[in-house]
């Protein structure tokens, strides 16, 4: 089980990653629009999980709806921001680096949670905190402060990328509980979707349409976003929260690889200084929850 469960975390962070990648792949030679590709992939996702979960559960897949103000917010903030700033971090500078911007979001929900509970944070949480903030620093100036490696709007769109992704992991909480990731996975994408469809239509296609662009964007609509979803989800119930989140490493590390090697990405040494800092988060936070863990079922 736990073995599968490994598998199946690794697998959804490398699908992500590719996913991405081909998204890059996709603005930059083929003229796709980043709205249309975000459109279809909400909607798509969100119809396909929301198919799945009605099989499974009949009438229960509109019980969500009774708590629609939650419900509605997680759609138009939750997933459509995160969805949305990620893929114009994309387009404003690359796969790499905009996967890489969007890890730093376990710090910011560290920083929340202190706040939150109206205390200082430990000192596990202060260099998980340091270490996002320098990882994050030397990947955008390189080092010279007075000098932006990105563009503006790459590192406007980087950090609110892992805003939004940091309020997806608080904001659901409470709804995921009550009605399983499934459905309120797919209710959100479709929210999303169609609030984004009055911006870009769904029927209005640009771009030029090749073999390799149809392939990119069914493997990013089936396996980047759905298939990836479920299996992200699988996993945090087989192996728990702390050995999955650790796993999630695999995807900016394969994001970069795959840009560098197959888009010809400059990814430098400062670039990767600054993507090992801010990956070294997620392993310290996830050591400071596997302690609390430890500690609540001593009590």
């Not at 298939?227 to 796993?247: E, P, T, V």
């Amino acid at each position: 089980m736990n073995r599968l469960g490994f598998a199946y975390a690794v697998i959804a962070a490398a699908l992500f990653g590719i996913g991405g990648t081909f998204a890059q792949f996709l603005f930059t030679q083929r003229g796709v629009n980043m709205d249309w590709l975000v459109t279809m992939r909400l909607l798509v996702s969100g119809v396909l999980l929301l198919g799945f979960a009605g099989l499974r559960g009949g009438k229960k897949a509109f019980a969500v709806w009774r708590d629609w103000p939650s419900l509605i917010l997680f759609g138009l903030f939750g997933m459509l921001g995160v969805q949305y700033t990620y893929m114009a971090a994309i387009a404003a500078s690359n796969t790499a680096t905009a996967t890489v911007l969007q890890y730093t979001a376990p710090a910011m929900v560290a920083l929340w949670l202190t706040a939150r509970r109206r205390r200082l944070p430990n000192a596990r949480e202060l260099a998980a905190i340091a270490l996002a903030l320098a990882g994050t620093f030397f990947l955008v100036t390189h080092g010279d402060a007075g000098k932006l490696n990105i563009s503006p709007a790459a590192l406007w769109w980087g950090i609110a990328s892992a805003v939004t992704a940091a309020f997806n992991a608080i904001q659901p909480g409470a709804l995921l509980k009550k009605h399983g990731a499934a459905l309120v996975t797919g209710w959100g994408m479709l929210i999303g979707g169609a609030a984004l469809s009055f911006r870009h239509p769904p029927w209005m296609v640009e771009g030029v349409w090749d073999a390799r662009a149809i392939v990119f964007v069914a493997f990013i609509l089936l396996f980047g976003t759905l298939l990836a979803f479920y299996l992200s989800l699988k996993a945090l119930q087989m192996i728990g929260a702390q050995k999955s989140s650790l796993l999630t490493c695999a995807e900016p590390l394969s994001t970069a690889v795959l840009a560098v090697w197959w888009l010809g990405v400059s990814f430098g040494a400062m670039d990767w200084l600054g993507t090992i800092l801010i990956l070294a988060t997620i392993v310290l936070l996830s050591r400071e929850q596997s302690a609390q863990t430890q500690s609540e079922h001593v009590t």
